[in-house]
C-alpha cells in the first residue's frame, strides 16, 4: 500500500461497511452509522493520526519518536496561549511552532549526540509536562476565564463545514434503516457535517506525506537514511540534515495535532492529550510505518472513543463487541484459506468468546471501551508483527564516518 | 585505572546536575523570582526533619521503580510498563491485605508476594508478546499501561472490590491494622518514615547480589553487553528476556506497596499512577547501579518534597518536574560526549604505542 491502489481500497471499504452494517442491522443501534457519529470520530481520530503521521516522518528516517505525547502537550499548550490572545489561527501556528521547538530538542540530543532515543523521548515528555503546567500556573492563573491548569477560551473559531443539501437528504436516507445503502448514507453524510477546515488539513498531510517520501527523490533520500544511513552516506546524501528535518517536522505535526486537541476543546487544559501521542505511536506501528495504515488505526481509535462518549442507552459498547467479534470471524475466515491457520484458529475462538458475551449480557460498562483500543493494538501487533517492517537502521544512532 | 572509571562516571552526572541547575536558574530569573532566595528556602526546607521523612519515603517508591526499570536495561530491555505493573500490584495487594486477619509478619510476607506476582505476571504478558510473538517491549508496556487503568477503574468503579471508602472516593476496603507497616517517627515526632525502607533496602541488596554474585547475573549482563557473544556461549537470549522481564515486573509490583502499607491502608482512584516513569529517569542517573539509584531516588525525592514550599516563594512546584527532565537530557548527553572522549583519547594512546613500536623497529 504504498500509494493507495484504487480497487483494493475500494475493496476494503466495501467490506468495512458490511461489517458495520451487519452490526447495526443485527444491534438495530442506528448510532453506529449516524452522520454525527461518524463527524466526531473523525474529530476524535485526527489528532491521533497527526500524531501517527509525526511518528512516520520521524521514524522513517531512522529516529524513534517517544516523545510524540511531549510535543503533543507543547502543541496543546501553544494553541491555548497563543488562540486566547491572539486567536484560533495564530494557535495553530503557535501549536506548530511548539511542537517543532520539543522536535528540534529530539534532534539535538538523538542526532547530533547519538544517545538513547527511547531515553531522550522520555526526557522530552517529561519536561513538556513539566515546563506545560509549570507555564500554565504563571500565566493562566490571573487570566480571565483561565485558572490554574487551564487558558481562557481560545478566541475565534477554524472555520466548520456542513453542506445542508448533502447532509439532509442522506441523514434521512440513513434513519430508513436500509441494510449497506443506509450505513452508507450515514458514513457520507458524516463527512459533509461539521467538517473542521484542520481535519482537511490533517487529510492534505496525509496525501502529501504519501506523495513527498514515495514518490519524491527527497523522500528516497529520507528514507534512506532510516534504512542504511552508511550507504546513503556513501551515495552523497546529507544523513544528518535529512534526520534533522524529518525530526522537526515531525515535532511540528506532533504540535498541530495537540493545536487541534486544544481548537476542539476551545481550551488548553492539563493533561488534555491523555496518552493520545503514545496512541499515535501505536497507529503508526499498526499501519506499518505507512500513512495509509495509520489513518485507519487511528480512524478506529477515533470511532471507538466516540462510541463509548456518545452512549446514551448504554448499548454501543456492546454494538462494539459484536463488530469485534465479525471482524474476528471475516479475518480468521479469511486466514484459513492462507497458510496460518493458528492464528486463524485463536482469531476465531476468540470471535466466538465475543459472541457469547454479546448474547449472554445485556450491556457491557464503558471500560470494556477503554481499553478496546489499546488491546486491537495487541492483538494486531501478535499478529501481524512477522509482517511489520520497521525502518532497517530505526533506533540506531548514526555518526558520519563511523559504520555500526 | 579503578579510581580513573570512577571519575569519569561520575563527571556525566555532575555536568548533568551543574548545567541543569544553571539552566533551571536561567528560567527562574526569567520570571523574576529571586533565585538565591529560591534555592536557599528549597534547602531549608528540605533538610528539615519532617520534609526529610517524606523525602525518604518518596525515595523508597523511586528506589523500588528505578531498580525494576534498571534490571530490565541492564539486558537492553525497555520496561515502560511499570506504571501498569505497579498499580495493578498494588490493587491486588490492597484486595488481599485487607482480607487478612494474620500476625503481621505473615500478612505482610502473603501482601509483598502478591504484589510481585500480579507486577510479573503483567510484565509477563509484554515477556510472552516478545519472544513469541516479536513485539517490541516499549510498545506492548506502553499499551498495557493504558490496559491496566481500565480494569483498576472497572474493578473499582462497577465491582464489590470498591467501596465507599471516604466522600465521593472509591477504593478497596481498609487494610487492618495488623497488615500495615506504618514505620517509625524517628527524625520528625509527627510524620513516620515508612516501614518498606527497610524491605527496599533489601530488595536493593538482593539486587545487587543477584546480578554481581551469581551465574544468572552475569548472563544476563553478558546478554546486555553483546547478545550474539553471549548466544554463541550457551546462553538462551528468549529464556533471559522472558526472566528479565518477570523479576522487573516483580520488582515493579512492590512500586506501591511503601504508600499502600504505609500511608493509605486503600487503593484507590486518587492512587498516584506515575510513578514508573520517574524510574526510568533515576536508573539513568545511577547508572543501574543500586548505591547510584539509591542516590538518585534520594535526590530527586528531595527536589520533588523541597519544590513544595515554592508556592509560598510565587514559584510553582513543577520546577521539579522541569529539573527532572533537564536532568535525564543532559546527564544523557554527557554520558555520551564523555564516552566518545574516551574512545578518542584510547585510541590516540594506542596509536602513539604503535608508533612507538614502528620506530624502534
Known sequence: MTYLKSHRFIGSAFTAITMLSITRTITSNGDLTSTVTIAQALVFASPIALAGLAGIWAERAGVINIGLEGMMILGTFGAGWAGWQWGAWAGVLAGIIFGAIGGLLLAVAAVTFGVDQIIAGTAINLLALGTTKFLAILLFTNAPGGGQAQSPPIKGKIPVFTLDSIVEPLTALHEKGIFFVSDLAGLVAGLFYNMSLLTIITLLLFIMTSYLLWKTAFGLRLRSAGENPWAADSLGVKVVQYKYAAVVFSGMLAGLGGAYLSIASTIYRNGNTAGRGYIGLATMIFGDWRPGGTAAGAIMFGYIDTLRLIDTGNQNVKGLILLGAIILFTIGAWMLRSSRRNTAIGFLLLGAVMIGAYFSATSFPPEVAQVAPYITTLLVLATASQNLRPPAADGVPYRKGEDH | ?361
Do not use: C, H
Request: no cysteine; glycine share 10%.
Open chain 2, 1 to 361: 585505572m579503578n579510581l580513573r572509571r570512577l571519575a569519569t562516571s561520575l563527571i556525566a552526572p555532575a555536568i548533568g546536575l551543574g548545567v541543569s541547575l544553571a539552566a533551571t536558574a536561567v528560567i527562574l530569573i526569567s520570571i523574576g523570582a529571586n533565585v538565591t532566595v529560591i534555592f536557599s528556602s528549597m534547602w531549608n526546607y528540605g533538610t528539615s526533619p519532617r520534609a526529610m521523612t517524606l523525602m525518604l519515603n518518596l525515595a523508597t517508591v523511586y528506589f523500588l521503580s528505578a531498580l525494576a526499570v534498571s534490571i530490565g536495561f541492564k539486558m537492553n530491555l525497555f520496561n515502560i510498563g511499570v506504571n501498569g505493573q505497579y498499580i495493578l500490584g498494588s490493587l491486588a495487594a490492597a484486595v488481599v491485605a485487607s482480607n487478612l486477619q494474620l500476625p503481621k509478619a505473615i500478612s505482610i510476607t502473603v501482601t509483598i508476594l502478591t504484589a510481585m506476582f500480579v507486577g510479573a505476571a503483567w510484565a509477563g504478558i509484554a515477556a510472552w508478546l516478545k519472544v513469541a510473538r516479536g513485539v517490541s517491549e516499549v510498545i506492548s508496556t506502553i499499551m498495557l499501561n493504558f490496559i491496566a487503568v481500565g480494569i483498576i477503574s472497572y474493578l473499582i468503579v462497577r465491582t464489590s472490590i470498591g467501596t465507599e471508602t471516604s466522600v465521593n472516593i472509591r477504593g478497596t476496603k481498609f487494610i487492618p491494622e495488623s497488615g500495615m507497616l506504618r514505620g517509625n517517627a524517628f527524625i520528625d515526632p509527627d510524620t513516620k518514615v515508612y516501614g518498606f525502607l527497610i524491605i527496599s533496602i533489601f530488595v536493593g541488596v538482593g539486587y545487587w547480589f543477584l546480578l554481581n554474585r551469581t551465574r544468572f547475573g552475569f548472563d544476563l549482563r553478558a546478554t546486555g553487553k553483546s547478545a550474539s557473544a553471549a548466544r554463541t556461549s550457551g546462553v538462551q537470549s528468549t529464556r533471559m528476556i522472558v526472566t528479565t522481564m518477570l523479576l522487573s515486573g516483580a520488582v515493579a509490583g512492590l512500586v506501591g506497596l511503601p504508600y499502600l502499607l504505609g500511608q493509605t491502608g486503600s487503593y484507590n482512584l486518587q492512587f498516584p499512577t506515575e510513578w514508573g516513569f520517574i524510574g526510568i529517569a533515576i536508573a539513568l542517573l545511577g547508572r543501574n547501579n543500586p548505591v547510584g539509584i539509591a542516590i538518585g531516588a534520594i535526590f530527586v525525592a528531595f527536589l520533588d518534597v523541597s519544590s513544595g514550599q515554592l508556592v509560598l516563594e510565587g514559584v510553582p512546584r513543577e520546577i521539579s518536574t522541569i529539573m527532572q527532565g533537564l536532568i535525564v537530557i543532559v546527564v544523557v548527553i554527557s554520558y555520551e560526549v564523555v564516552r566518545r572522549n574516551q574512545v578518542k583519547s584510547e585510541q590516540r594512546s594506542v596509536a602513539r604505542a604503535l608508533a612507538k613500536q614502528e620506530v624502534s623497529a
